[in-house]
């Protein structure tokens, strides 16, 4: 199989050659806001084969135009080390041919990210998706595409956490996906979440999930589809280390894992059932799958999601195509299939940029938003102080965003170090910005909030960065559980990537004073979002409401305490 990323490209590639000609780079603000785009640039596509597929993943409840400032770090590790994803910045622009200050440079790296987010302004929106996907199905027709839907859709807003994730449940409904599965969806416990799927109207699917009494399959795994008179197979596989990353309390009745031969027995059953592709919506995270190209055999398409990877196009790994398709409604993807008997024979593949002052608002979604958000109009709106810096979350190390809120848990509960969990949900703001409850939730919201204060010890604390170091950088995807390591307040230390378990963490010291922090020494220690039950404190949202509010204005230098050593 072939592809050419021309078409996805050329909308971008004659703005940034002219920039580049008239030496505009350096200072880019003035010469980028002259550049146009259009709808219809976005949508330009080479369409091909019988059946489209549409990938919507990792939108974490956000229903408005956001800003996502992409990260400056993404480590790969053992056999995919400096591949995409983990690419950054320049390497990634020479990866996939995209020229510095083009709207595809803005939408996909970091660097002159504020220059150019000034620019080029916010992208996503669930109005601004909802007209892409219509402009497709208009032009493919309905009974050509598949919109697959790839979870951690319903938690990580303000309405979200007070609708029980119904805002987005009504909304996406107007989108009609054809099926989802979830990772965050699991967080509103058991009662709430089988509640939700049952009024769906479209199927959730996870062929990973068992009942941890019975050992039976808990989900439906597959749903058939005819499309373009292709018989399609859509199979489900949820976030396999969910109930480890998130509390097993809320959900104990169900046992979670990769199950590859579990997998490959559903791939087989699809195929006896008379599936001429295989199509995975999958939560595993893109280092998962691609391992997982080469253990299970029969899949044609990876829908991969979950590590919040934005890559511009399909890449074929083994004999199967990954999509993945980044996060916060950022962008769609899409991929358009040529089948001939039973096999993929062609295809074609391109990350949509939502960019939310191009797209027209779907009218229709742009009133259930509304609606969804009116009761709650001016609570999101109250603004609680300003940032006199650049506040974000994604990187593999560190976010301004998560320093802030390491600030916030030392002073509001009086504790010597913070540790703040490496979430890659939650949005950036720009210098200059008010800071609003809404904006407070976007990286806040979740269902166990509590702001707990204990004491540890140096061995327990180098234990936990240890245990979540390996889960970022085993060498063995299978034994990763994506996310971003934990953030740190109060106290640096130094990480080699590539040593093992127990020997990644070193010159741990408290940043007050430059004292090594001693195994044996006890520290006062605060932090949140707890997997234990019965965790007691302050909501973290309630907090740094009160830490914000107290300091008017906040400035956080992106300092890095973490020496990372590859």
């Known amino acids: 199989m072939t592809y050419t990323r021309r078409d996805f490209f050329q909308f971008a590639a004659n703005a940034g050659m002219a920039l580049g000609a008239a030496g505009y780079l350096s200072n880019p603000t003035r010469a980028l806001a002259q550049q146009k785009l259009t709808q219809d640039d976005l949508l330009s596509f080479d369409t091909k084969g019988q059946v489209t597929l549409l990938h919507f993943t990792d939108v974490h409840a956000q229903l408005m135009p956001i800003y996502f400032r992409p990260p400056d770090t993404n480590i790969g590790v053992g056999d995919y080390a400096g591949i995409p994803p983990h690419l950054v910045g320049e390497a990634f622009l020479k990866e996939f041919g995209i020229d510095a200050g083009s709207p595809l440079a803005y939408a996909h790296t970091f660097l002159d990210y504020v220059d150019l987010a000034r620019a080029y302004g916010r992208l996503g929106g669930l109005d601004r998706t909802a007209t ?134 559903n791939v087989d059953a699809a195929r006896e059932a008379g599936a001429e592709i295989v199509v995975l919506i999958s939560h595993n995270g893109f280092d998962v799958d691609r391992k997982l190209c080469s253990v299970v055999k029969g899949i044609d398409v990876i829908l991969t999601g979950h590590t919040h990877d934005a890559v511009p196009v399909a890449l074929q790994v083994e004999d199967t195509l990954v999509m993945s398709s980044g996060s916060h409604g950022k962008y769609l993807g899409r991929i358009d299939l040529e089948v001939s008997d039973g096999k993929v024979t062609g295809y074609s593949s391109k990350l949509i940029p939502v960019f939310s002052d191009v797209i027209t608002p779907d009218a229709e979604m742009a009133a259930k938003i ?76 979740m269902s166990y909030p509590a702001v707990y204060r204990n004491e540890m010890t140096g061995a327990q604390l180098k234990e936990v ?31 080699t990537v590539g040593e093992k378990i127990g020997n990644r963490i070193s010159e741990m010291k408290l940043a007050a004073t430059g004292e090594a922090i001693e195994p044996d020494a006890t520290y006062v220690v605060g932090g949140w979002a707890s997997v234990n039950e019965g965790t007691e404190g302050p909501a973290i949202y309630d907090l740094m409401e009160s830490y914000i509010s107290g300091k008017g204005t906040v400035s956080v230098a992106d300092e890095r305490t973490v020496k990372v050593i590859q």
């Open 132 to 265: 892409l996907v219509k402009a497709i199905r208009a032009e493919r027709g309905d009974d050509k595409v598949l919109f697959l839907d790839g979870g951690d859709t319903w938690q990580g807003s303000y309405t979200s956490l007070k609708t029980n994730g119904q805002d987005m449940v009504d909304c996406m409904k107007l989108l009609k996906p054809d099926a989802m599965t979830g990772h965050w969806e699991f967080t509103f416990g058991e009662d709430r979440f089988l509640e939700i799927i049952e009024s769906m109207g479209y199927p959730f699917l996870a062929s990973n999930i068992f009942d941890a009494e019975w050992d039976e399959p808990a989900f439906d795994n597959t749903a058939m589809f005819e499309r373009g008179g292709v018989q399609v197979a859509v199979i489900g596989q949820a976030m396999p280390y969910t109930p480890i990353a998130n509390p097993r309390w809320m959900f104990p009745k169900w046992s979670f894992g990769i199950r590859p031969d579990v997998l490959q027995a």
């Open 465 to 495: 960065l240890e245990d979540v170091c390996d889960n970022l950088f085993n060498p063995d995807p299978f034994l990763q559980q994506g996310g971003d390591m934990v953030r740190v307040g109060g106290m640096t230390y130094s990480c």
């Open 370 to 445: 509304a609606e969804v958000r009116d009761p709650y109009k001016d609570e999101l709106g109250r603004v609680i102080g300003k940032t006199g810096s650049l506040l974000y979350r994604r990187g593999n190390f560190n976010g301004t965003w998560d320093d802030l809120i390491c600030r916030g848990i030392m002073e509001e509960r009086d504790t010597q170090i913070a540790l703040s969990p490496g979430f890659r949900w939650g949005t950036t703001l720009l210098p200059g910005q008010d800071i609003t409850i809404d904006d407070l939730y976007t990286e806040t919201s």
